[in-house]
């Protein structure tokens, strides 16, 4: 069974940094396409925000709104992504979700996410 977990979520405050790890568990079925997204408080599932995104072939695609904020980074080794958060702002407060096994290029998965498998998520909460 393919599980995603997240981890280093917390609450910080503004201007601060934050690092989020995510390990899939191998599998032959799933691919190293992952992703980050986020849902903020009060948005419905569907309203999920597509973070960052590092296609099968590196190509990396970062929401224009955490752009020169946020970093997305790939261990192949450990099937783990990592998502560097620098220069927290308030509005960044939400649940972040990590998501593999995808096909095609980063940027669409950003928009219009197509991933296999989701973790539960891991809160991050940044105060003013």
């Known amino acids: 069974q393919v599980q995603v977990v997240e981890s280093g979520g917390g609450s910080v405050q503004a201007g601060e940094s934050l690092t989020l790890s995510c390990v899939v568990t191998?599998?032959?079925?799933?691919?190293?396409?992952m992703g980050w997204f986020r849902q903020a408080p009060g948005k419905e599932r569907w309203e999920r925000e597509g973070?960052?995104?590092?296609?099968?072939?590196?190509?990396?695609a970062v929401s224009d709104s955490v752009k020169g904020r946020f970093t997305i980074s790939r261990d192949n080794a450990k099937n783990a992504v990592y998502l560097q958060m620098d220069s927290l702002k308030p509005e960044d407060t939400g649940r972040y979700y990590c998501a593999a096994d995808c096909v095609g290029a980063a940027r669409a998965h950003l928009t219009h996410p197509n991933l296999g498998y989701w973790g539960q998520g891991t809160q991050v909460t940044v105060s003013s």
């Open positions: 191998r599998h032959p079925r799933v691919n190293n396409c």
């Open positions: 973070v960052a995104v590092i296609d099968i072939n590196g190509g990396i």
